[in-house]
Nanobody, 119 residues
Framework: VQLQASGGGLVQAGGSLRLSCAAS????????MGWFRQAPGKEREFVAG??????STYYADSVKGRFTVSRDNAKVYLQMNSLKPEDTAVYYC???????????????WGQGTLVTVSS
């Protein structure tokens, strides 16, 4: 399974972007899915996650109320609103058995898409 994240780009503070993550080789519907990000010089951190059924979502405190994770049978999405310069990072999608442990035990990682928020 290969995950492909897309939708990153350059946006001004306060703007919006929508990231997508698609899988080749197998549908994403088989897994819990997560979004992570890594800023320069920092560790990769959890951003948002969604259960396999789509019935449960989870967010880092730093993005609650601004980001929304969703999914359909083919893709997982991260709608990012009210973006801040501190949201600048490479964003990765991941697939695994459980969101809580995904950072260290994801089955698959996407290649990352760069989000740059200018002030």
């Amino acid at each position: 399974v290969q995950l492909q994240a897309s939708g990153g780009g350059l946006v001004q503070a306060g703007g919006s972007l929508r990231l997508s993550c698609a899988a080749s080789g197998r549908t994403v519907s088989s897994y819990d899915m997560g979004w992570f990000r890594q800023a320069p010089g920092k560790e990769r951190e959890f951003v948002a996650g969604i259960s396999k059924s789509g019935g449960s979502t989870y967010y880092a405190d730093s993005v609650k109320g601004r980001f929304t994770v969703s999914r359909d049978n083919a893709k997982v999405y991260l709608q990012m609103n009210s973006l801040k310069p501190e949201d600048t990072a490479v964003y990765y999608c991941a697939a695994g058995a459980a969101i809580a442990t995904m950072k260290n035990s994801a089955y698959y990682w996407g290649q990352g898409t760069l989000v740059t928020v200018s002030s």
